[in-house]
């Protein structure tokens, strides 16, 4: 089966810098995604990593290292509208299933 | 396009009964995926159905079943409804099995009693 990691908290001050990682273990990885979800709000979709390496969205990256079986999101210049839960999600399998871990509950403090 | 759209959005229901959810995805999308969310607990899959078919499924009891329809909207059913249902029910919706993106609907809020 497929399993994910990641911390359940992280606070950061406004206009810092803030990095969730996420391990994971599963069979017919095809590519690891980071959803934004804030409360009360629908998951919504913010990258996507199939290749090693750091993809740069605005002023969100998300990293990927396929052999460490780890990636994680950076967010840069925080602003308190990133206060949200986070989760990464691996696709894997024949049909691309996506499995969701259970969230970084991030809270930006000024 | 109109997003993923969920009804009902909230629902009350009493322990033993059982409970019907609808998912229409975005026009021209074929795969529909179900996940429960519960506090601490992320967002558990349920199963996707792609072209009528149940392509994935989770670790859920058999209670929880689904199906899809020819223009692709899906409806989710749990049977004997459990206290530890209560939950927020996500439908997400992408192209096809190769897209990474799913786009989510609101979600509908089950409250079992």
């Known amino acids: 089966g497929q399993s994910l990691e990641q911390p359940s908290e992280v606070t950061a001050v406004e206009g810092a810098i803030v990095q969730i990682n996420c391990t994971y273990q599963?069979?017919?990885?095809?590519?690891l995604s980071w959803y934004q979800q804030h409360d009360g709000g629908a998951p919504t979709f913010l990258s996507y990593n199939a290749l090693d390496g750091l993809e740069e969205t605005g002023r969100f990256s998300s990293f990927l290292s396929r052999s460490d079986s780890y990636g994680y999101l950076l967010l840069q210049e925080l602003q308190m509208k990133d206060s949200a839960s986070y989760f990464c999600?691996?696709?894997?399998?024949?049909?691309?299933?996506?499995?969701f871990g259970t969230g970084t509950k991030l809270q930006v403090i000024p | 396009k109109a997003g993923v759209t969920q009804t009902p959005r909230y629902l009350i229901k009493t322990r033993g009964q059982q409970v019907t959810l609808s998912c229409s995805p975005i026009s021209g999308h074929r795969s529909v995926s179900w996940y429960q969310q519960t506090p601490g607990q992320g967002l558990q899959f349920l199963f996707e159905y792609f072209s009528e078919t149940q392509r994935n499924k989770g670790n859920f009891p058999g209670r929880f079943s689904g199906r899809q329809f020819s223009n692709s909207r899906s409806e989710m059913n749990v049977s004997t409804l459990e206290l530890g249902d209560s939950a927020l029910y996500l439908c997400?919706?992408?192209?096809?099995?190769?897209?990474?993106?799913?786009?989510f609907g609101p979600g509908t809020r089950l409250t079992v009693t």
């Open positions: 599963t069979s017919g990885f095809y590519g």
């Open positions: 997400a919706s992408r192209p096809d099995r190769e897209a990474y993106e799913q786009y």
């Open positions: 999600a691996v696709s894997s399998g024949g049909y691309q299933k996506v499995t």
